[in-house]
T-cell receptor
């Protein structure tokens, strides 16, 4: 595997379910990011991890819970989501811990909350 | 605080040129350009740093006007493969924001 991979690619879940999104980067980068991409809206940064420590949390509701067990893996745990949380969730990585570094994105997980 | 992109959408015939603009209300340190094809991950195109430099590769280039707090992406002699949504990302101080994107469609 090369680059940034995400699983699953598609996910449908009910509002009472608990699920997790997984991201893995094979680039040796130090920072990883979660973004939310909704139609007609700019990419919204959710979380930033640098060297496995969370460095930024952009006022994201607690029903989204990130986890970064090592510099190559990033998870987004989901529970009691709302229909408005339906979106494409993108993971990215970069060499440095600022978005101003070149970011490499995964293909995303298309999430639908019913 | 997020940059404003224009136009929101553009349709071109193969071989035509296009310009996409990205404007910020704040002083910029750098501007980034990404392209995202439908159903795929955004792909990094280039970074422009403060100093008014121009960059490019192949037939895609960009300029950065620090005074006007804006950047422009130039696509010349467009190819079908250029279709997608183009995003700018702007760094102002310690903040970074993506624009809403410009949808570009190249038709034969």
């Amino acid at each position: 595997e090369t680059g940034v991979t995400q699983t699953p690619r598609h996910l449908v879940m009910g509002m009472t379910n608990k699920k997790s999104l997984k991201c893995e980067q094979h680039l040796g980068h130090n920072a990883m990011y979660w973004y939310k991409q909704s139609a007609k809206k700019p990419l919204e940064l959710m979380f930033v991890y640098s060297l496995e420590e969370r460095v930024e949390n952009n006022s994201v509701p607690s029903r989204f819970s990130p986890e970064c067990p090592n510099s190559s893996h990033l998870f987004l745990h989901l529970h009691t989501l709302q229909p408005e949380d339906s979106a494409l969730y993108l993971c990215a990585s970069s060499q440095g811990d600022r978005q101003s570094y070149e970011q490499y994105f995964g293909p995303g997980t298309r999430l639908t909350v019913t | 605080q997020q940059p404003v992109q224009s136009p929101q959408a553009v349709i071109l015939r193969e071989g035509e040129d296009a310009v996409i603009n990205c404007s910020s209300s704040k002083a910029l340190y750098s501007v980034h350009w990404y392209r995202q094809k439908h159903g795929e991950a955004p792909i990094f195109l280039m970074i422009l740093l403060k100093g008014g430099e121009q960059k490019g590769h192949d037939k895609i280039s960009a300029s950065f006007n620090e005074k006007k707090q804006q950047s422009s992406l130039y696509l010349t002699a467009s190819q079908l493969s250029y279709s997608g949504t183009y995003f700018c990302g702007t760094e102002t101080g310690n903040q970074f924001y993506f624009g809403t994107g410009t949808s570009l469609t190249v038709i034969p």
